[in-house]
């Protein structure tokens, strides 16, 4: 079993920036690909960003490539999702999911584990 607890966001304003965090327990972290989901208002849940247990291998959706960036720390149990040039379509709560696997999915049904989400949100 894994606990996922996000942190980190928050009100923003157009082009800013924000850095989310997703900290895990329970079994250790290794192994276990982890992606970033988001869910605006009145819309379903959409892919964000996945990254493999080793940090080698990222996926990104075409809406953040080169605004986004995953990275992960192993030792400390926790995943990253550095959030630039914000826009008020970024307006959503953001999940952290995991699953124990090689490659990063970016299809919910992919991961077992989910966060509570942390909400972001981008306005003047």
């Known amino acids: 079993q894994v606990q996922l607890v996000e942190s980190g966001g928050g009100l923003v304003q157009p082009g800013g920036s924000l850095r989310l965090s997703c900290a895990a327990s329970g079994r250790t972290f290794i192994k276990y690909v982890t992606g970033w989901f988001r869910q605006a208002p009145g819309k379903e849940r959409e892919f964000v960003a996945a990254?493999?247990?080793?940090?080698?291998?990222?996926r990104y959706d075409d809406s953040v490539k080169g605004r986004f960036t995953i990275g992960r720390d192993n030792a400390k149990n926790t995943v990253y999702l550095q959030m630039l040039s914000l826009k008020p379509e970024d307006t959503a709560l953001y999940y952290c999911?995991?699953?124990?696997?090689?490659?990063?999915?970016?299809?919910?049904?992919?991961?077992?584990?989910w966060g509570q989400g942390t909400r972001v949100t981008v306005s003047s």
């Open positions: 999911a995991a699953d124990r696997k090689f490659i990063p999915g970016t299809v919910e049904s992919e991961y077992e584990y």
């Open positions: 990254i493999s247990w080793s940090g080698g291998s990222s």
